[in-house]
C-alpha cells in the first residue's frame, strides 16, 4: 500500500457538492447573503463556507481572500462587463440618462439591494472594505468609463459622476432621507441624468 499523496494547498479534496455544478456560484452566493447579514467586519471565510457547504479551502481557491470575495460579491450585484459597454456603446448622446437609469435599477432591484446596502454600510465603516470598493470602482468601472471618454480630465469626470451617484445611494437607500427615499425612481433619473451628462460629455 503506497503512502498517500500530499494533497496541493489550496485545493481540498473533493466532494459531489464541491464539483457539481454551480459550486463557485453556491459560494458567491453564500458570500453576498453573509456580507448582507453581518457585515464586512463578522463575516468571515469560514462563515461562508459553511452557508454554502463547501470546504473553507475551496472559497481560498475560487477566490483568494476575504477581500477579494468581497470585490466578487461587489461585481455579481454590477456586473460591470456586460452593463459598463451597453452604457457606452451607443456613444455619448444620452449617457448620462443610460448612467443613471442602470444605476437605479441595480438599487431597485430587491435582489440586488440588499447585498449593496451591506457594501456600503461596510465601506462607510470600515477601511478595508472602503479599500476593496474604491479598488473595484477605479478599475472595473470608472476606467473603463473615462477610456470612451473624449474629454479633458475623463477620469476626473468618471469619478465625479460616480460620487453623485453613490451620494444619493447613501441618502435614498442607506440613510433614507425624505423626500428623496420615497421619490419615483423616474423623477431622480430625469433630474441627475441632464448632471450626469455634463459631467461626462461637456467640454
Do not use: C
Not at 114 to 138: D, Y
Not at 141 to 155: I, T
Not at 163 to 176: E, F
Amino acid at each position: 500500500m503506497t503512502a498517500a499523496q500530499p494533497r496541493r494547498r489550496g485545493r481540498p479534496a473533493r466532494t459531489e457538492a464541491d464539483t457539481g455544478p454551480g459550486a463557485r456560484e453556491r459560494i458567491l452566493q453564500a458570500a453576498r447573503t453573509e456580507f448582507s447579514e453581518r457585515g464586512y467586519d463578522k463575516t468571515s471565510v469560514r462563515g461562508i463556507a459553511k452557508a454554502a457547504e463547501v470546504d473553507p479551502a475551496l472559497v481560498h481557491h475560487y477566490f483568494g481572500t476575504k477581500d477579494e470575495v468581497f470585490a466578487a460579491a461587489i461585481e455579481m450585484s454590477f456586473e460591470p462587463v456586460i452593463v459598463v459597454p451597453s452604457v457606452l456603446g451607443e456613444g455619448p448622446e444620452g449617457i448620462g440618462e443610460r448612467l443613471a437609469r442602470y444605476f437605479i435599477g441595480v438599487w431597485e432591484n430587491p435582489a440586488t439591494r440588499a447585498p449593496l446596502l451591506a457594501i456600503i454600510r461596510s465601506a462607510l465603516t470600515h477601511e478595508a472594505a472602503a479599500k476593496v470598493l474604491r479598488g473595484f470602482v477605479l478599475r472595473r468601472v470608472l476606467e473603463r468609463v473615462a477610456a470612451d471618454l473624449d474629454v479633458p480630465n475623463p477620469k476626473f469626470r468618471a469619478e465625479l459622476a460616480a460620487s453623485h451617484m453613490i451620494g444619493i445611494a447613501v441618502l435614498r437607500y442607506v440613510i433614507q432621507v425624505e423626500p428623496l427615499a420615497s421619490a419615483d425612481p423616474e423623477e431622480i433619473i430625469a433630474l441627475v441624468a441632464p448632471t450626469l451628462q455634463r459631467y461626462l460629455t461637456e467640454s
